[in-house]
């Protein structure tokens, strides 16, 4: 991960601009088991009285005795090897300081996720939206990724987004020596973590 930023103050502007670079792996041995141990929720209606569920019972209790209100596990893909990701970001914003009472802040910031891929491409996947020839031509084919006969030619299974231009807005105006009032408009991307 590699992140740099500057800060530079020319008369009422204040410019702020900075990019970062992500490649990040995750490690399979022999796969990635993240989020297979499931999550188990609790609540009081399993210890409560039948006859007065929001009075009686405590969540403590059901966890206790092993009685979950909900449960659920992930199935995640079985992918051998190693799972790469790359993100990239830059950013400008200029803080402008229009008078004593108003500053305006205005921004962009473009964000370029790259998604996971196996290192050398070599693995399949279920395409949702190809017909398979060996169920009547119904959506749902496996297709294998990677280059070579029979692969789809791309190591990626997903291309990647680059239209995520993110704008910010904001000001900032005192009304008295006590009061400011403050507002601001932004479009925020969340960075990719593990195989997203």
Do not use: C
């Not at 088991?33 to 609790?42: H, K, L, M, R």
Request: proline share 6%.
């Amino acid at each position: 991960m590699f992140t740099a930023a500057l800060n530079w103050v020319h008369g009422s502007h204040e410019f702020k601009f900075g990019y970062d670079m992500r490649r990040l792996s995750t490690y399979s041995s022999p796969v990635d088991q993240a989020g297979t141990n499931g999550t188990y929720t609790f609540q009081r209606n399993q210890t409560a009285l039948p006859t007065n569920t929001s009075g009686t019972g405590n969540s403590f209790a059901s966890f206790l005795l092993g009685a979950p209100d909900n449960a659920q596990i992930v199935a995640t893909p079985v992918i051998p090897g190693n799972i790469q990701y790359q993100y990239y970001s830059g950013y400008f914003q200029d803080n402008w300081k229009v008078n004593n009472r108003l500053t305006v802040n205005l921004g962009i910031r473009y964000d370029m996720p790259l998604n996971w891929m196996v290192q050398d491409g070599a693995y399949s996947g279920l395409d949702l939206n190809r017909p398979n020839p060996a169920a009547g031509n119904r959506a749902g084919a496996l297709v294998f990724y990677g280059t070579g006969a029979g692969r789809e030619g791309v190591i990626r299974p997903y291309p990647a987004d680059v239209t995520e231009w993110g704008p910010r807005l904001g000001f900032a105006y005192r009304l008295t020596s006590k009061t400011v009032l403050r507002g601001g408009y932004g479009i925020f991307y969340q960075t990719l973590g593990n195989g997203s």
